[in-house]
């Protein structure tokens, strides 16, 4: 490539949705990341793709709706482009209710599905019937929602490396930017923007996760008090996450990570004798306002950014790659309040 119209710089999920969008608009793009592909959070286990809960609604809450609607099609295409598996599914999501309150609460938010997710999936309070793969509810009671669904991460994002290869763009391990330069540097691009600022700008938070040898594949995923049980559409289970904001070592696991696992075992009896096959450990980018970053880099002019995805950047990737796209190659601006970077700042 002589030359390049756009240059990302961070080879994780949001980079290269950003890459992957921008060419399929037409422009050169080149990728730019000294790590490799998913060397950080996107290379980790467990790919929930769950939505917020539908009530107290906020424009974040519709952009993650609208990314993860637009998720099917998004994914499709780059498994198309690409010939590999992305391990997207939307199989939805069960939950336990534990007590009357739950309950209660959870009905109020069904009735509020039914408007703000538009018709296009549902969150219903439905019965348990003791299948094996259900978790166990204290009231018999669980919730089932049609919009959450699941991906593989690692998979996915070596399969939009892929895609954004076959599209004709480069991905290299250094170069000079050229043209319009987004920084998707995930925590070490939030730690590089709170040294140049005077307040912390975001950092990232430490996760550990498992894999684990049980074949549930096309079930719903799991979410038992903070705990996501994945199942993936090769025949594993992963397991997470840990959310750790103080910590000596960012890539190694430890007894918070078996604590974990236990849990699991406990609250789903079919993993109980389900060998633990990987482990693995990393930083999430969380921004100080908890939403993403996206828009004007705060500190290098006439840069963009793309980053803080935190937990939900796989969910939030499809939308916000759209987002940036329309502005940074069609001067459209539609990037919700929150999600601007002096948010943060």
Request: charged fraction near 15%.
């Amino acid at each position: 490539m002589a030359t390049a119209d756009v240059t990302v710089m961070g080879a994780g999920v949001i980079g290269l949705s950003v890459a992957w969008t921008c060419l399929q608009r037409g422009a050169r793009v080149q990728v730019i990341d000294p790590q490799g592909v998913a060397s950080g959070a996107s290379g980790g286990l467990v790919g929930a793709l769950a939505p917020h809960v539908p009530d107290q609604w906020n424009a974040k809450k519709a952009f993650q709706r609208d990314s993860l609607l637009m998720s099917q099609a998004f994914w499709d295409e780059v498994e198309t482009a690409s010939g590999q598996p992305t391990g997207y599914g939307r199989t939805g999501r069960l939950q336990p209710l534990a007590d009357d309150a739950a309950v209660a609460l959870a009905r109020s938010r069904a009735a509020g599905a039914a408007t703000l997710w538009q018709g296009r999936a549902d969150w219903s309070v439905i019965p348990a019937t003791g299948a094996a793969w259900e978790p166990q509810s204290t009231t018999g009671l669980l919730i089932h929602d049609t919009l959450s669904a699941l991906i593989h991460p690692r998979q996915a994002t070596l399969a939009l490396a892929a895609a954004v290869v076959a599209q004709g763009g480069v991905i290299l391990a250094e170069g000079t930017p050229q043209g319009r330069v987004v920084w998707a540097t995930g925590a070490a691009g939030l730690a590089e923007m709170t040294a140049t600022h005077t307040r912390l700008v975001g950092a990232g938070v430490k996760g550990q996760a498992a894999l684990m040898a049980h074949d549930a594949r096309g079930l719903p995923q799991l979410f038992i008090d903070g705990l996501h049980v994945v199942p993936h559409h090769d025949g594993t289970t992963a397991l997470g996450s840990t959310t750790e904001r103080d910590f000596a070592e960012a890539t190694t696991t430890d007894g918070q990570l078996d604590a974990l696992i236990a849990r699991a075992r406990a609250a789903v009896p079919v993993l109980r004798d389900a060998a633990v096959i990987a482990r693995w450990a990393g930083l999430r980018p969380r921004s100080r306002s908890r939403a993403p970053m996206l828009g004007a880099h705060p500190f290098r002019p006439g840069a963009y950014v793309a980053n803080g995805g935190f937990k939900i950047g796989f969910g939030m990737a499809p939308h916000m790659a759209r987002t940036l796209a329309d502005l940074i190659l069609e001067d459209r601006d539609t990037i919700p309040d929150d999600f601007r970077p002096e948010a943060s700042l």
